[in-house]
């Protein structure tokens, strides 16, 4: 569980529905998701051996953009188990995302 998981509808189960998962949604022509991918790295680091953390292209994945009703790039998503646990949008600070999954333990 190290490093960011690069999940489509394919792999997003087995890889962000079971314990806790912090999953943004992103668009690659998205300014401010460009700004939120050192973040995004960051919160791999301090999160490594203890979340799943993902990215998922909500250009190339609408169907998943779509179950999770994300309108707006970037959204990040706390799951536990699969489920919503929190949706902080826009940019964040690191410490806002590895915080908001801490909660989950």
């Known amino acids: 569980m190290e490093g960011i998981v690069a999940l489509t509808r394919d792999t997003f189960e087995a890889a962000a529905g079971r314990g806790a998962a912090l999953v943004e949604f992103y668009s690659p022509q998205c300014g401010h998701c460009r700004m939120q991918a050192p973040v995004m790295e960051e919160a791999a680091a301090g999160l490594a051996g203890r979340a799943t953390v993902g990215q998922i292209n909500a250009d190339a994945e609408g169907e ?20 919503e646990k929190g949706r902080p949008v826009g940019v964040q600070k690191a410490e806002t995302l590895i915080s908001g999954i801490e909660e989950l333990f």
């Open 64 to 83: 998943l953009a779509e179950r999770f009703n994300v309108g707006v790039v970037p959204t990040h998503i706390f799951l536990q188990d699969g489920e």
